[in-house]
């Protein structure tokens, strides 16, 4: 399996803290059936700074690392960027990195609490770039949870969605498992990655959300996320299904 979505660098953010927990969060990774990890550490969100070339060179020092201790994990460029209104400048200063450097996707993180005006324009203005911005973790979005069309408009401008794990086992609370479903079931959700901090409060769930996907929508489904995350890691153009609108709420209910 792949995981486009994980905060396995060293010290650099609040995941890994040294190379000691990078590795056996390595370790977990692989129990779980994970063999190739994007690296994406946060980047401008606020408490850290994390620019292309530092991401570049501590992915290289990881990789050489497990490479020594003959650990069957292959680590992926990454970032996991907050969008900003100088998020344009960043790219033309060579800070904002697409996964793999490939300057195709990148992850795109919005604010817990909201979702900035200038969102729209951002993705619009991306999208002329040619960089398809992957929208990370969309159901723990309070504004998103609260205005479900937002989130529709934003997918049918053009940008994809990945899902947590986690969220969709439950480990972030019901509200936040039941938005994610309703993404899934609205062809909103393109793919599933762990966002895996640590090992033990954040870890790699990735199996047991596809098991829990495949109980309620098919194993079609599951081949679907598995094979847009392959694409990913080819670089090539995942599987884009027509978003479908969210029914309006009656009483607080969908």
């Known amino acids: 399996m792949i995981d486009i979505h994980c905060h396995i660098l060293p010290g650099v953010d609040d995941g890994s803290t040294d ?125 998103l949870m609260a205005n479900h069309k937002l989130l529709f408009e934003l997918v049918q401008e053009g940008a994809l969605t990945q899902v947590t794990s986690g969220s969709i086992i439950g480990d972030f609370g019901k509200s936040i498992q039941s938005f994610s479903k309703k993404i899934i079931e609205h062809n909103m959700a393109h793919f599933i990655a762990t966002d895996a901090h640590n090992i033990s409060s954040r870890g790699f769930m990735l199996k047991q959300a596809y098991e829990t996907i495949t109980k309620l929508y098919g194993i079609e489904r599951t081949f679907y996320f598995k094979e847009n995350a392959e694409q990913l890691l080819k670089n090539q153009s995942p599987t884009i299904e027509k978003p479908v609108p969210f029914k309006k709420k009656i009483l607080g209910i969908f």
């Open 19 to 143: 190379i000691k927990e990078s590795t056996n969060m390595a370790k977990k990774a692989i129990e779980a059936g994970i063999t190739h990890i994007f690296a994406t550490p946060h980047h401008l969100n606020e408490k850290y700074v994390n620019v292309k070339s530092k991401i570049i060179d501590r992915t290289v020092k990881l990789n050489e690392s497990f490479q020594l201790e003959n650990i069957p994990l292959t680590i992926h460029l990454g970032q996991e960027v907050r969008i900003h209104r100088d998020i344009f400048t960043s790219l033309e200063k060579e800070e904002i990195l697409t996964l793999d450097d490939n300057g195709t996707y990148l992850l795109l993180e919005l604010p817990s609490g909201k979702v900035p005006t200038y969102t729209q324009e951002v993705i619009y203005e991306l999208l002329l770039k040619e960089i398809t911005p992957i929208i990370v973790h969309p159901e723990r979005n309070k504004e």
